[in-house]
Structures are given as C-alpha cells and as structure tokens.
C-alpha cells in the first residue's frame, strides 16, 4: 500500500472517519476522528495517535483540553500552546498536582500530592514552592507550616518532629538558621540563635525542672561565657565559660550559704586550693524566714 502524507479524509474498514494532517497514511498533526460510536476526538494527533483532545485556536491548545506526555497526562487550561489556568497533572509514578497554571508552569495556588502519601497545600511560583504552604505526612499531620523558597523551608515556619519535638523560627535551606524556639517534647525550651540545624550564638536554655542557662552556644552546645541558675543543690548560679558543655576555667559561683572559696572547673570537674580557709557565716548570712542568704564565692586562682 502507497504511503501518503499532507492533508485529507482517510475512511477506516470498521467505520472510523478521519480529518486532517496524516503522515505515512496515519493521522499525524491537527485532525478530527469521527468514531463509529458517533465520538468524536478532536485535537492534535502524533503517530496515528491522539496526543491532545480538546480546544485549539491556531493549531495549538487553547482553551480546555486533556495532553498525554511521556511521563504522565496534563488536563486543564491551556493558553497558545502552553499549559495555563486551572489543570491537573498526573505523573504515570503516581505524583499528581492539582492547581493554578501559568506559561506552562505551576504558578500561584496548588495541592501536590507525592507517591509516598506527603502532601503540599501552598504557593507556587516559577513552577517550585515559593511562598506560604503547609506540608503534610501521610496520616494528615502537619509537618512544617511557613514560607518555601525554591522548594525549600526557607524564611519563617514551623516544623513538627515525630518525636514531639516543635521548632518556630527562621529557616534556611531546609535548615533552622537564625534566630528561633524548640520546644522539646519534655518541655525543655532553647530560645536563641542557630546556624546550619545548631544552636549556634546567643541564646536561652530552659530546662524542665527550672534550671536556666543563659549564654553562649557554638554547634549545639555550651561553648564561651554564660550563666548557669539552679534550681536545687547549694549553688544558686554559675557564671563563666564552657567548652563544648562543659564548664572550663575560672568561675564565680552565687551559693547558698555565706562560703568564701576559689574554685578552678577543668571539664566540669571542680579543683579547689586546699589553702584556702572556709569563712564562717555571720549573723548578717545566715538563713532567715526571708529565705536562704547568699554570698558570692570569687574564683582567683591557676589550675594547678
């Protein structure tokens, strides 16, 4: 049989009628197939199959149509060709999109649902998350709600850990990074500055049983000069530096009782000069129904 291509009617042996441009005797470009049935399908035609159903204006989509790409189908507006307006998308791996189109990409407001079960309400723009969103787990909770920046956490948001744990603040690149407040699921509170997912600066530790530490922070931990107030025990607060959450060097402690003693911390652990006399409480020190007193203890000496 010949092969013929440009424009014309091709009649088929089971009633089917086509319209249209064809190449090697196959509908291939813009046509119109009249089925048997009495359907129609009218729309632009690759390789003897429809590739858009829908409107056209010029040979191109225009207006509603349904598209079958490679990796999934596009149905919705369209506008000169592109995708444009309201439309769905739905990839052949199971990811699908639901939402506002512009030029051809996701832009303003839409749904994305991942194949896993994770799912995106928010702004789009440039086709990524741009903007205000929330994203959900699988079981519908929420995840992290706040701003996007090129699909990623990024700006201000709040994040909600599996394990109970909630962190409000600023973001950067998917990562906490400025200033802002975990709460654990203990109750501890980290209120400050962080760097790269790490307390990292400035900041405020509270911890559950009433203990506070206020002070310097350097990869998620105590590190430089901050002040330590207990709750219990015969110190009431600590005041010096830490290295990596330890106490290290020359501290002043604020006690209990009126005590006088020069006290060297080397990794938390204390180093007292044994030369040093203890002063007796006077009656100005001692504890009154006002509560305990207290009294400075000066720390002065070397290590040893």
């Known amino acids: 049989m010949k092969k013929h291509s440009g424009k014309g ?17 196959e509908p291939h470009g813009v ?24 409107e056209l204006v010029n040979g191109e989509p225009h207006g509603r149509g349904k598209k079958i790409y ?7 507006g369209w506008k000169d060709g592109k995708m444009h307006g309201q439309g769905t998308y739905k990839w052949a791996d199971g990811y699908v999109y639901e939402g506002e189109w512009k030029d051809g990409l996701r832009q303003g407001k839409g749904v994305f649902n991942n194949a896993n079960g994770n799912v995106y309400e928010g702004e789009y723009k440039d086709g990524k998350r741009n903007g205000q969103g929330i994203s959900k787990r699988p079981d519908g909770s929420v995840m992290y709600e706040g701003e ?10 709040t994040y909600y850990y599996k394990n109970g744990n ?9 990562k906490p990074h400025g200033k802002g407040v975990l709460t654990y699921a203990n109750q501890d509170i980290y209120d400050g500055e962080w760097k790269e997912n790490c307390k990292d600066g400035k900041g405020i530790m509270k911890y559950h049983n009433g203990d506070v530490y206020t002070g310097e922070f350097s990869k998620g931990k105590m590190h430089g000069k901050g002040t330590f ?47 040093v006399k203890r002063e007796a409480p006077s009656d100005e020190d001692t504890d009154t129904e006002e509560g305990p007193a207290s009294k400075r203890r000066n720390v002065s000496i070397s290590p040893p």
């Open 9 to 25: 009617t091709i009649a088929y042996d089971n009633g089917d009628v086509y319209e249209g441009k064809f190449d090697n005797n």
């Open 31 to 54: 046509g119109k197939m009249t089925h048997n049935d009495g359907r129609i399908c009218e729309g632009i035609w690759k390789n003897g199959k429809i590739e858009y159903e829908g």
């Open 70 to 76: 490679s990796n999934g189908t596009y149905e919705g």
């Open 148 to 157: 996007y920046k090129d699909n990623l956490f990024d700006g201000s948001g």
């Open 166 to 174: 909630v962190y409000t603040g600023e973001w950067r690149a998917n």
């Open 229 to 275: 107030e207990y709750t219990d025990g015969d110190i009431l607060k600590s005041i010096g530096e830490w290295k990596e959450g330890k106490k290290c060097g020359l501290f002043e402690d604020v006690v209990r009782v009126s005590i006088s003693e020069h006290v060297y911390y080397e990794n938390d652990e204390v180093k007292s000069d044994p030369n």
